[in-house]
C-alpha cells in the first residue's frame, strides 16, 4: 500500500517562495517516476514538474520552468517542489504522483502515467 502526503502549501504573496513536501510511505522513492500537478478552480489538472526514478532526471512544465525545482531526499523518502517567484496564475491544488507500473504508453506528462496520488494541498498566491 502506497500513501503520499503533500505539505507545506499556504497564502503567500506573489514574489514570494515555497516549498512543497511530498512524504511516501510503503515505497522507496528513488526507484520510482514521480511528479507534481496541480488543478485551478475550474481547471483541469495539468502537469508542474516530474524526477525519474532511475538518474533523477528532471523535466518541468513551460510555465514554471526556471522558478519551480523538484527534487528528491532519498534518505528522508521525500519529494520536494521549491517553487519560487510566485504568480497568481501558480494558485492551485497541487498533487504528487507515483509511477508504479513497469511499463506504459502514456506520457510523464499526463494523469495516466501515474498510479498513485496524495491528497493535495492548497497554494494561494496573491497579486
Known amino acids: 500500500q502506497v500513501q503520499l502526503v503533500e505539505s507545506g502549501g499556504g497564502l503567500v504573496q506573489a514574489g514570494d517562495s515555497l516549498r512543497l513536501s511530498c512524504a511516501a510511505s510503503?515505497?522507496?522513492?528513488?526507484?520510482?517516476?514521480m511528479g507534481w500537478f496541480r488543478q485551478a478552480p475550474g481547471k483541469e489538472r495539468e502537469f508542474v514538474a516530474r524526477i525519474s526514478g532511475i538518474g533523477g532526471t528532471t523535466y518541468y512544465a513551460d510555465s514554471v520552468k526556471g522558478r519551480f525545482t523538484i527534487s528528491r531526499d532519498d534518505t528522508k523518502n521525500i519529494m520536494y517542489l521549491q517553487m519560487n517567484t510566485l504568480k497568481s496564475e501558480d494558485t492551485a491544488v497541487y498533487y504528487c504522483?507515483?509511477?508504479?507500473?513497469?511499463?506504459?504508453?502514456?506520457?510523464?506528462?499526463?494523469?495516466?502515467?501515474?498510479?498513485?496520488w496524495g491528497q493535495g494541498t492548497q497554494v494561494t498566491v496573491s497579486s
Open positions: 510503503g515505497r522507496t522513492l528513488s526507484r520510482y517516476d
Open positions: 504522483a507515483l509511477r508504479q507500473k513497469a511499463f506504459t504508453l502514456a506520457l510523464p506528462t499526463t494523469l495516466r502515467y501515474y498510479d498513485y
